[in-house]
């Protein structure tokens, strides 16, 4: 029986770790099945064709949100290309409501619904076997003369180590790739809006077989690991075992991502983190709302003051990078009570802040609820609320473009000292300058075209000169000091500065090739020739003290007009944090043209 266990991911870079769970809970009774992936912006009819080609006798797909009208597609064309072929659909996505989708879908012939591994080997093996004992699977759903039989639920395996470990192939394709790795499954949280909530406790694989395939991972030189436990820190001594081999192992160009709850992240780990190597973790910290209503009614346990506490303290380490998540659309959530989470969360400044909006998923206890708290969606992936009893439809509107303006100019830390600049002196929250910014942004109708990392500082300045229009000049010097801190260029946009420097750039070399400047500015490039030198700095002349200014906070009695040069030392090459170093050198130029 030929078999093909297959998928479309988001990305090309992503990887399924569902098919490759279902490919080692098999392969001792199926030592050739195949497994295979695509993405979802391949085009549909290319992917039925490859499948169709393979000549297979059963194909069995991995269902999210993101992909669920692509495979529905794809089945389709299979089954009318091949009547004989059996088709399977798993995963979240079909696993809340399988009998309705085989009535819609009559190309699909099972669904599995629940934990797949066990129910999946079964199956294959009563077709392989001709079995007629499909009323005997559990988990699974399928049709028999026309009827579609649902079986008993399959009950969660509770030694997940049973399981083979996903890795045990060749891992070559896997370099410099997203590997999405789990050490637990379920959530000790019962978040409304979340499916984890309709598996109760938590389970581990254990500490050794974890170890294990990290090891794998790391010596295929991956992109990055990114764990999918709900949260990784349910356990503490667990959790802080993993971290600490993979401290270990002082891995190189590999970082490993987490989703932790920050009120369970205590002084010990705190102090643990501290030393963590620069760009090895990143966490993910769902806040979802700092209203303690909207908390309570999706049973969502935050001690949000500790949290902040906590985020605020991994902040002053300057080694992980923090990605705090709220949503758009919660019960009691109304467009004030979200500017308030916005600003709560905003301020505390985390590497990213990404505004999500709420999904109806199948499943969950808030999609059961939706005539009570008035929830308007369409009843299609990825089932997107964009109307509530507490939010209008036009209010979510303007969330969509500030959320747009915060993904291109926040979470990308190009424009950090630019954004604190105009958010501290002229708007009393960081949402009035978004809310401002994006009615600027769609009045321009800049919300309809692509831009470049360039044109979003000419657009940035161009709002400030328009709808600001105070010291501008001093405005325009940070913009530059900003686009130079993140840009290793010789050159500068005429709308940022389009003064020539000529006798700056003579200058650079006299300034490298003293032994004293490098010493002291320049430490790692004592025995390297000034002409190399040169391509890995910049010098820049600025009319303002802009890191005096950045260091005061933009406290506005501490600039004043005053002939600066900055020197930039860039260090990209696996940084998160501190890729640019910057110095005031300006008495050292002035000793140089005296001389």
Request: one cysteine or more.
């Amino acid at each position: 029986m030929k078999i093909l266990i297959t998928t479309l991911n988001s990305k090309f870079i992503h990887t399924s770790l569902s098919i490759r769970y279902l490919k080692s809970f098999v392969r001792n009774d199926f030592p050739d099945i195949q497994i295979e992936e695509y993405t979802i912006n391949q085009n549909n009819d290319y992917i039925a064709g490859e499948i169709f080609k393979k000549n297979l006798d059963v194909v069995a797909f991995s269902c999210y949100i993101w992909n669920i009208s692509s495979i529905l597609q794809i089945s389709e064309v299979l089954k009318i290309a091949n009547p004989n072929i059996k088709i399977i659909l798993g995963g979240p996505e079909v696993s809340f409501d399988g009998e309705e989708i085989l009535k819609k879908s009559p190309f699909v012939d099972f669904i599995i619904y629940g934990e797949g591994e066990e129910t999946f080997k079964e199956l294959l093996l009563t077709l392989n076997n001709n079995e007629n004992a499909l009323k005997d699977i559990k988990g699974l759903i399928f049709r028999e003369n026309e009827k579609i039989c649902i079986n008993e639920p399959r009950p969660l395996i509770q030694n997940l180590d049973v399981i083979p470990s996903p890795f045990d192939y060749n891992l070559n394709d896997f370099k410099n790739r997203i590997v999405y790795f789990e050490s637990s499954r379920g959530c000790p949280f019962n978040c409304k809006f979340c499916l984890s909530s309709t598996i109760k406790g938590v389970r581990f694989f254990s500490i050794e077989r974890v170890k294990e395939d990290l090891q794998k991972l790391i010596n295929a030189k991956v992109k990055q690991v990114k764990f999918v436990d709900r949260t990784f820190n349910a356990k503490k001594e667990y959790a802080l075992e993993i971290m600490k081999f993979v401290m270990e192992q002082e891995v190189e160009d590999i970082n490993f991502h987490f989703e932790v709850t920050a009120h369970l992240l205590d002084d010990e780990i705190l102090d643990f983190l501290k030393a963590v190597p620069e760009g090895l973790f990143q966490f993910e910290i769902g806040v979802q709302s700092t209203n303690p209503k909207t908390l309570e009614a999706i049973d969502r346990k935050t001690n949000t003051q500790k949290l902040m506490e906590v985020v605020k303290k991994i902040k002053s380490f300057n080694n992980i990078h923090q990605h705090l998540d709220l949503i758009a659309g919660l019960p009691y959530e109304d467009y004030d009570s979200f500017r308030k989470s916005f600003n709560d969360i905003y301020l505390l400044r985390p590497e990213k802040l990404q505004l999500g909006f709420l999904k109806l998923l199948k499943g969950s206890d808030l999609r059961n609820k939706k005539e009570l708290y008035g929830y308007k969606f369409l009843d299609k992936p990825p089932y997107e609320v964009f109307q509530s009893k507490y939010i209008k439809y036009i209010e979510m509107l303007k969330l969509k473009v500030i959320e747009d303006l915060v993904e291109k100019y926040a979470n990308e830390l190009y424009f950090e000292n630019s954004l604190n600049y105009v958010i501290n002196s002229y708007f009393d929250q960081p949402f009035d300058f978004y809310e401002s910014f994006a009615e600027y942004w769609e009045g321009k109708c800049h919300d309809s075209k692509a831009h470049s990392r360039v044109d979003l500082y000419r657009i940035l300045l161009e709002f400030y000169h328009e709808v600001v229009n105070e010291n501008v000049e001093l405005f325009r010097n940070i913009v530059k000091f900003d686009y130079l801190y993140n840009t290793k260029t010789a050159t500068i946009p005429e709308f940022i500065d389009t003064r020539k420097t000529n006798k700056l750039k003579q200058m650079r070399h006299e300034f490298l090739k003293n032994l004293e400047n490098l010493q002291i500015y320049l430490p790692d490039y004592l025995d390297v020739p000034p002409k190399k030198i040169v391509n890995e700095v910049h010098f820049e002349e600025f009319n303002y003290d802009i890191l005096k200014f950045i260091d005061s906070n933009f406290e506005s009695n501490s600039i004043s007009p005053s002939r600066t040069i900055i020197l930039f030392v860039y260090d990209f090459d696996n940084k998160v944090f501190n890729r640019c170093k910057s110095f005031n050198v300006t008495d050292d130029f002035i000793n140089m043209e005296s001389d």
